[in-house]
Antibody, heavy 119, light 107 residues
């Protein structure tokens, strides 16, 4: 069965950095795009970033453009999110989510990893 | 950015009743609209994509309709496991955007 397991969350000071990881299994990882989606405590969902299967196309929401970088290692079935210059408003649960065949919807999600930006 | 607006914010419904949730886009998203269900402490679950196509394993009591800027998710007869928060999401334009959610609670 499809599994996505995030890790790397924690508490970081404003201006700091963190690298999230997502381990994928149960499907042909190298054939699908993958997203990061976040959810601030008690709030709604916010799409953060996307990479296609071969990293040719990457997209980011405006608020993280230039600060976050999405990447993947298809040989290890791993997805990453490098987060720099973190702000209080980046505090959220970060989910990795598999893209569907029809593209740009999310059919499988991880359990999420909490990132807290606080001094 | 395409802004997605959901209404109402909270919907109080008795088990067995029908629930109708609305989602409006600030510009046309054609039929590139999905619905998700999220229960407390869980990741979201895809229910509907392409505005009206049920995802694998989703019960037939869930149905979606609409195109352009106006969309509806209908739950024909609410079961206990359906009380949750529902989000719409457009994937016609970058960035991908979600609505703020509708909480369906027990009346």
């Amino acid at each position: 069965q499809v599994q996505l397991v995030e890790s790397g969350g924690g508490v970081v000071q404003p201006g700091g950095f963190l690298r999230l990881s997502c381990a994928a299994s149960g499907f042909t990882f190298s054939s699908y795009g993958i997203h990061w989606v976040r959810q601030a405590p008690g709030k709604g969902l916010e799409w953060v970033a996307f990479t296609d299967y071969g990293e040719r196309n990457k997209y980011y929401t405006d608020s993280v453009q230039g600060r976050f970088t999405i990447s993947r290692d298809n040989s290890k079935n791993m997805l990453y999110l490098q987060m720099n210059s973190l702000r209080a408003e980046d505090t959220a649960v970060y989910y990795c989510a598999k893209d569907t065949v029809t593209m740009f919807t999310f059919d499988y999600w991880g359990q999420g990893t909490l990132v807290t930006v606080s001094s | 950015e395409t802004v997605m607006t959901q209404s109402p914010a909270t919907l109080s419904v008795s088990p067995g009743e029908r629930a109708t949730l609305s989602c409006r886009a600030s510009q046309s998203v054609n039929s590139n609209l999905a619905w998700y269900q999220q229960k407390p402490g869980q990741a979201p679950r895809l229910l509907i994509y392409e505005a009206s196509t049920r995802a694998t394993g989703v019960p037939a009591r869930f149905s979606g309709s609409g195109s352009g800027t106006e969309f509806t998710l209908t739950i024909s007869s609410l079961q206990s496991e359906d009380f949750a928060v529902y989000f719409c999401q457009q994937y016609n334009n970058w960035p991908l955007t979600f609505g703020g959610g509708t909480k369906v609670e027990i009346k």
